[in-house]
């Protein structure tokens, strides 16, 4: 399984790359994260993220363009249950 880190995430939001069907895992604890970055999303095949112990106050409903996740870790942040896409219980 590939792994990602945050290197590959830096840069403009609005200039999201080709889709990689390469990256299964990607770990962003600990960045301070606001936000979801929209970057994500090109990462088609994404299996499980790790946005643990950031700064994020919802979660982004871009996370429901990641159909084939299966784990997402968001603990120790500051998200309340408003902050959570309804759409999310229903990925698999």
Same mark, same amino acid.
């Given at each position: 399984?590939?792994? *990602?880190?945050? =290197?590959?995430?830096?840069?403009? @939001?609005? #200039? +999201?790359?080709? =889709? @990689?069907? @390469? +990256?299964?895992? !990607? /770990?962003?604890?600990?960045?301070?994260?606001?936000?979801? =970055?929209? *970057?994500?999303?090109?990462? +088609?095949?994404?299996?499980?993220?790790?946005?643990?112990?950031?700064? $994020? %106050?919802?979660? @982004? =409903? !871009? !996370?429901? /363009?990641? %159909?084939?996740?299966?784990?997402? +870790? $968001?603990?120790?942040?500051?998200?309340?249950?408003?902050? !959570?896409?309804?759409?999310? #219980?229903?990925?698999?």
């Amino acid at each position: 399984t590939e792994e *990602a880190v945050l =290197p590959l995430l830096t840069g403009s @939001d609005e #200039a +999201v790359a080709e =889709p @990689d069907y @390469d +990256v299964a895992c !990607i /770990h962003l604890q600990q960045n301070q994260l606001l936000r979801l =970055p929209l *970057a994500l999303t090109r990462y +088609v095949n994404l299996r499980q993220l790790d946005v643990s112990s950031n700064s $994020l %106050t919802t979660v @982004d =409903p !871009i !996370i429901l /363009h990641l %159909t084939k996740l299966t784990s997402l +870790v $968001l603990k120790n942040n500051l998200i309340t249950s408003d902050g !959570i896409p309804k759409g999310l #219980a229903a990925l698999q």
